[in-house]
Nanobody, 124 residues
Framework: QVQLVESGGGLVQAGGSLRLSCAAS????????MGWFRQAPGEEREFVAA????????SYADSVKGRFTISRDNAKNTVYLQMNSLKPEDTAVYYC?????????????????WGQGTQVTVSS
């Protein structure tokens, strides 16, 4: 089992950048495919990005491709989401999640462990 804690959210102007971190404790991070999801008020939780166990493969939602970068440092048990060129429509609570399977899953149901989320607000 793994516990996940996100940090790094906040308020930023459109065009700005933020870097989210997800710190893991418990089982070693390299045991999991990791993903970032987000949920805006009144919306379903949606996939943002995923990264394979050792970082060799990544997957992104079309809406963030070219602007967001997911990375991981297994030695530090931390996953990151670098978010550049932020837009007001990126405003949401961002969650990291761990998946014990091998595939880069894009649906929330495929993930086994979740953090509590961190708020990202982008002003226009």
């Amino acid at each position: 089992q793994v516990q996940l804690v996100e940090s790094g959210g906040g308020l930023v102007q459109a065009g700005g950048s933020l870097r989210l971190s997800c710190a893991a404790s418990g089982r070693t991070l390299s045991s999991y495919v990791m993903g970032w999801f987000r949920q805006a008020p009144g919306e379903e939780r949606e996939f943002v990005a995923a990264i394979s166990r050792y970082g060799g493969s990544t997957s992104y939602a079309d809406s963030v491709k070219g602007r967001f970068t997911i990375s991981r440092d297994n030695a530090k048990n931390t996953v990151y989401l670098q978010m550049n060129s932020l837009k007001p429509e990126d405003t949401a609570v961002y969650y990291c999640a761990a998946n014990v399977a091998v595939v880069l899953a894009t649906t929330p149901a495929r993930y086994d462990y979740w953090g509590q989320g961190t708020q990202v607000t982008v002003s226009s």
